[in-house]
């Protein structure tokens, strides 16, 4: 069984009030970590080995140490809570069952950061959870563990919780800060990294719920206890928001020693798939990460078995691996269309485009349009290699990952399964009626 930090209390009927919390134990990490300095805390969240549980992976105690420090310069932590990643549901559950877990994250990172001034960026439709966190911000406000002179301490720290528009773009780092300031989200150049020039200018920290929420319990028991739990650079723990083809859809908190086979089959989390259907393919990080067949799915190209963390997913590199990602494990059963399920995504980057660079503002419609055409019954042979020289042309050549993130579902749903592709094309009749593939897995 996978050891528990951020979940442990979820079950405790009333867990998402203070008092509750509290009687659990909470924020007894924060009064800890009050008592610390910052570059303590610092050090403890770079023993840890804590990466970004967004998508990127990037080390976070390394990030923070990036955050510039100017004479007289406000600094800011500002919580991607745009969790728009198809797949994508854990910070949703975070931030309704536990909210106080994120705040007092929040409340450690900023008085580490030195931010007096923390912001909550959140998916304009998760409507109903600003509601539940300024209700934990009212409350931990009221108990003395945010606003001012916090603890006796002098340090102060207010936290505003900012409603998004919609748009799955902000979930993108510098998007979300132009629209925190009020603009257009559009991705801006980087560098300068919001480490150095993040919102209004100033150094910034943007980090994703989960990744925030994880320094409680590192505090608690210590970054070198919290880097003993899962394997290499994977370490602590990772929540996965399992949909698609499963028994049990859900969040789960892993320790990231498990196998994809085991996460997928046991009791203790998916419980297999439904009507004892084969797997036909997963994609284990949202919808922006790779799909990969079931055969690669479950052992590595060495033959070993794939394990749910960063680096027994990526194993092979795109070829034959894929990404933990957000950690949006999406189930396929073998009577999936891989095809119509890429159509799906391309309409879905096309839409969310903010249109800036050329590559993504035309590539994602061309895509689109183009497996719709296959989809459809339409497509030429052709096609498919149009489509594979359209996701090479925007792969690494855009301002933000969503390029990427557009290209790299179509390049693998064709690497894995062009027989399917070229099914549609030969026998559009069977797979518009049937809807399945000949692909090897
Ligand atoms: C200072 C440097 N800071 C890097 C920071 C950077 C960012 C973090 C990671 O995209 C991925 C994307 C999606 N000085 C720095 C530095 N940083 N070098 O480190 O940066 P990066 O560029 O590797 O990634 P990113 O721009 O954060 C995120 C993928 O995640 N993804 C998307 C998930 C979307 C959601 C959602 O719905 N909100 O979770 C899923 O896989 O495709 O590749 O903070 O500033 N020298
Ligand atoms: Fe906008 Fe796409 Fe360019 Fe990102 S890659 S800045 S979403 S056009």
Redesign the pocket.
Known sequence: MSKKLLLKDAHIEGIRYFETYRKQGGYTAAEKALKMTPDEILEEVKASGLR?R???G?PTGM?WS?LAKPEGVPRHLVV?A????PG?FKDRYLMEFLPHVLIEGMLISSFCLGSNVSYIYIRGEYSWIPDILEEAIEEAKAAGFLGKNILGTGFDCEIYVQRGGGA?IC???TALLESLEGKRGNPRL??P????KGLWERPTV???VESIAAVVPIIDIGGAEYAKIGVGRSTGTKLISACGNINKPGVYEIDMTITVEEFIYSDEYCGGIPNGKRLKACIP??S??PIVPANLLLKTVNGEPRYMNYESLADGGFATGT?M??GGFIVLDEDQCVVEHTMTLARFYNHESCGQCTPCREGTGWMYKILKKIENGQGKMEDIDLLWDIQRKIEGNTI???G??AAWPVAAAIRHFRDEFEWHVKKPELCLTQNYGLANY
């Open positions: 970004g967004g998508g990127a990037f990030k990036f991607n745009d969790e728009s990643e994508t799955y979930g993108e780092e980087k560098p990294f919001p480490a150095v943007v980090n994703n990080g949202g922006s990460v990404m990602g957000s933000c990952p969503l990427d993130a």
